[in-house]
């Protein structure tokens, strides 16, 4: 028996099946639309009673990107989370509740994820060592611990005493020749999955 690829919809094609579907189309003129069969339709209707859901909005309480950016600027400059947060106009405790999240949970040195890694980091930059280390920093990997059982936060760069006092501040840079090495990492990781 022969499968069809699994069609992955983008929002614009989604909302675009229940825009047809309020109009009173069928399944399967709206998978004739789509070049597909009305059985990859359905599932994405009946997930929600076959009632469009309302669209997704950012709580106006949840702080930016932006905002984290300036947060991350101000401690950098060593600002106090009152001042951040009267030039962001949001009260201090906001500033600090984001930097009270538990830890991450810590990733296995010896699974087959950092194995891939430690192989990808020697074939980009020859035989040196690999070895864990914990950041004091929050990452976005924090935000994957529920997703995954492990998740590694690789900085793939050479980075300099000069480069420290760049981060997320004035003239923040990777040299070219860094960026090659970067991309020669991922692409020997992605090469492994």
Request: proline share 5%; glycine share 6%.
């Amino acid at each position: 028996m022969k499968y069809r690829t699994r069609t992955f919809y983008t929002d614009k094609q989604k909302s675009e099946m229940w825009d047809r579907w309020q109009r009173g189309e069928s399944l399967s003129s709206i998978g004739r639309h789509f070049n597909r069969a009305s059985s990859s339709i359905f599932p994405h209707l009946a997930q929600f009673g076959g009632i469009r859901p309302p669209q997704r909005r950012r709580s106006r309480w949840a702080l930016s990107l932006t905002e984290r950016e300036e947060i991350s600027r101000g401690l950098v400059a060593q600002q106090s989370f009152r001042s951040i947060a009267q030039s962001l106009n949001r009260s201090p405790s906001t500033i600090s509740r984001e930097f009270a999240s538990p830890a991450s949970p810590v990733s296995d040195s010896s699974g087959p994820g950092y194995l891939d890694v430690e192989a990808s980091i020697r074939e980009a930059f020859g035989p040196i060592a690999t070895v864990p280390g914990l950041t004091i920093a929050a990452t976005d990997a924090r935000h994957y611990a529920k997703a995954a059982d492990a998740a590694y936060r690789i900085n793939p760069f050479k980075i300099t005493n000069d480069d420290l006092v760049r981060f997320h501040g004035l003239n923040e840079r990777l040299s070219i020749e860094n960026i090659q090495a970067g991309i020669n990492f991922y692409a020997a990781l992605i090469g492994r999955q």
